[in-house]
Nanobody
Framework: QVQLVESGGGLVQPGGSLRLSCAASGSIVSISDMAWYRQTSGKERELVAALTRSGTTNYADSVKGRFAISRDNPKNTIYLQMNSLKPEDTAVYFC?????????????WGQGTQVTVSS
């Protein structure tokens, strides 16, 4: 069973930065499309950033120019660099490894890490 473990969340002041990490078991990072989602209480989980196996990135409009997703295949880890953080970025952030278009299809999720942006 694939495991994804997020880390790097915490409390940061507005305008500050955090880097989230997602460590995967096995070599799933190099063969998967990867993404970060976030969720706040009472709201649906929303896509923050995605990175395909071929290197194409996609960002939510609300984080463009502030967040950057990257991967380190030898370390089986993906990252989310978050700069110029705003209170509205406060959420639980989830790592996602997926393959949805071709078999074998899968969709793995981490347990989430809390990010709180507050003064």
């Amino acid at each position: 069973q694939v495991q994804l473990v997020e880390s790097g969340g915490g409390l940061v002041q507005p305008g500050g930065s955090l880097r989230l990490s997602c460590a995967a078991s096995g070599s799933i990072v190099s063969i998967s499309d990867m993404a970060w989602y976030r969720q706040t209480s009472g709201k649906e989980r929303e896509l923050v950033a995605a990175l395909t196996r071929s290197g194409t990135t996609n960002y939510a409009d609300s984080v463009k120019g502030r967040f950057a997703i990257s991967r380190d295949n030898p370390k089986n880890t993906i990252y989310l660099q978050m700069n110029s953080l705003k209170p509205e970025d406060t959420a639980v952030y989830f790592c996602n490894a997926y393959r949805r278009s071709n078999p074998p299809r899968y969709d793995y999720w981490g347990q989430g890490t809390q990010v709180t942006v507050s003064s």
